[in-house]
Structures are given as C-alpha cells and as structure tokens.
C-alpha cells in the first residue's frame, strides 16, 4: 500500500498565478481531507471530500480556493491568483470511514508564492 | 469554542529517560483523539488512536491515555532515544464535525 500520495512536494508560483495541488488517497480509502499549516502556526482543517461531494468546506476562504474529489483520479485543491499569505504547506489525509478512523496524511505540498 | 491546547511547546530530555507529553481539549464530546508526530519538512506520521470509549492505548514504547471527562490525553513515551526527537500534535474530531482540531504541538528534543 502506497500511502497518501501528494503532488508535487514543493511548488513555487509568483504572484497571481494558479496553484493545483494533487491528491491520491490510500487505496480503498474514498475520505478526502485537506489540511494547511501556515509558518509556524498549527494544521487548520480546510475541507472534507468524499468521491464527487464536497462534504465540508467550512475552513476553506470562499474566494480564490476550490476543492474537487471526481469519480476518477485525484483530489485537486486548486488556489487562483495567489498571493503570499497563501505560502504553506498544505497536507491531504484520507481515511477509510470518517473521522472516526485514523486519518492518513501524505507528505505536503510546500507552497511558495513570491 | 472548541480548542485543543498543547503544553510544554518545547521540551528537551536526556536520552533514556521517560517523558510524558500534555493535551487538552475544551469540549468532552468527541470521537476520538489520535497522535502524530511530525519531523522537519515533512508530513504527519499516525502513532495512536484512542477511541472515546478507550482508556488507553501502546504501540511498543508509546502509551496514551485518555481521560475524556475531565478533556485531557497524556502520551507517555518510555527510554526515550535520539530519534524520538519531533514535534508531537494531538488532534480531536468533535462530535458534530468531520474534521480533525489539532493542537499546536510539543517539539521534543533527545539529547544524546
């Protein structure tokens, strides 16, 4: 078993750019979450997927963040005309059944927007 | 509010001796509480889950207990070694959300 698989690990945008970050869960696994952990701060839950539905996006900014689990392929967190406040690293998780299961992080995506 | 709180921020030890690190949570009512921990530039690795049914539970050198009224976990990490060294983060589903609350941690270091 792979794991949760991110990529890339490291992304660099300039300012105004799109950034889409990819998510594949743990096989069998159809609970998708999406974590950010800003510099020096702790991870803040932004949004909770399962295959085509957006379960909770509560901690997601409602402009310029869109989050997407299609019937195939990955999740897609995707961040339109960035800006610097958005450098972080952002962490995908998947579990096999909700939150009262071990959730599986992957290894980050780090986010830098000059 | 719902909050997971996390003390000492850091925390430094001699290697082989016994540690025990703190979380407290604000609300009773919840799933679960799971421990990571975390190393420099990288991702969350899952030590244990305690259900809120559970008063404890080990992996190997680890043990975590649960005291789910009184809204405290302790992770107790026995002959500690170099490797250990971390940062630690509790995390909590409340009930009534599908999301994991996650404390800012406690950064532990072994000292050869």
């Known amino acids: 078993n792979a794991g949760v698989m991110q990529n890339p690990r490291h992304l660099v945008r300039r300012r105004g750019q799109e950034a889409r970050l990819r998510c594949s869960p743990m096989?069998?696994?159809?609970?998708v979450y999406w974590y950010r952990q800003l510099p020096e701060e702790g991870l803040k839950f932004m949004v909770y997927?399962?295959?085509?539905?957006?379960?909770?996006e509560s901690g997601m900014p409602k402009e310029r963040f869109s989050a997407e689990f299609p019937k195939e392929g990955p999740s897609i967190l995707r961040i339109q005309q960035v800006v610097r406040g958005d450098s972080a690293a952002y962490f995908c998780a998947s579990s096999a059944n909700g939150v009262q299961e071990t959730q599986y992080f992957g290894p980050g995506t780090r986010l830098l927007v000059l | 509010k719902q909050e997971v709180t996390q003390i000492p921020a850091a925390l430094s030890v001699p290697e082989g001796e016994n540690l025990v690190l703190n979380c407290s949570f604000t609300?009773?009512?919840?799933?679960?509480l799971q421990w990571f921990r975390q190393d420099p530039g990288k991702g969350l690795t899952s030590l244990l889950l305690i259900q809120s049914s559970q008063r404890e539970q080990t992996s190997g050198r680890l043990n975590a207990s649960l005291d789910k009224s009184s809204g405290r976990s302790t992770l107790y990490i026995a002959a500690s070694q170099p490797g250990d060294s971390a940062t630690y983060l509790c995390?909590?589903?409340?009930?009534?959300?599908?999301?994991?609350?996650f404390g800012t941690g406690t950064r532990l270091t072994i000292i050869p």
């Open positions: 997927l399962q295959k085509e539905n957006i379960i909770d």
């Open positions: 995390a909590v589903p409340f009930m009534g959300n599908e999301k994991l609350t």
């Open positions: 609300d009773s009512a919840i799933y679960n």
């Open positions: 096989k069998g696994h159809s609970h």
